[in-house]
């Protein structure tokens, strides 16, 4: 079983800046990926960032140049800078991570609770 656990939301004012973190702790045998979604009310959770293999990176057109993920492989720990922060990205956000908990289970999809990130003036 793994356990993420997620930080740093808050409120901040349009053109504003955010970091989000998230730890992974428990039985961790490997993690392929850690990422971020995020959910606004009404709408689909919907996947905000993602880093996998070395170093690679994905980020969904709407955050791009704004956001900024990175992994801490040693630290099993994954960071998101948020800047020029809109209201449009008002959600919860969710960290995520694609990982191999023992030898005897297989890989999943383990979430963190959520943290609220609202922006607004």
């Known amino acids: 079983q793994v356990q993420l656990v997620e930080s740093g939301g808050g409120l901040v004012q349009p053109g504003g800046s955010l970091r989000l973190s998230c730890a992974a702790s428990g039985s961790i045998l490997w993690i392929n990926s850690m990422g971020w979604y995020r959910q606004a009310p009404g709408n689909e959770r919907e996947l905000v960032a993602l880093v996998f293999g070395g170093a690679n990176t994905h980020y969904a057109d709407s955050v791009k140049g704004r956001f900024t993920i990175s992994r801490d492989n040693a630290k099993n720990t994954v960071s998101l800078q948020m800047n020029s922060l809109k209201p449009e990205d008002t959600a919860v956000y969710y960290c995520?991570?694609?990982?191999?908990?023992?030898?005897?289970?297989?890989?999943?999809?383990?979430w963190g609770q959520g943290t609220q990130v609202t922006v607004s003036s």
């Open positions: 995520n991570a694609n990982a191999k908990s023992t030898l005897a289970t297989p890989i999943s999809n383990f």
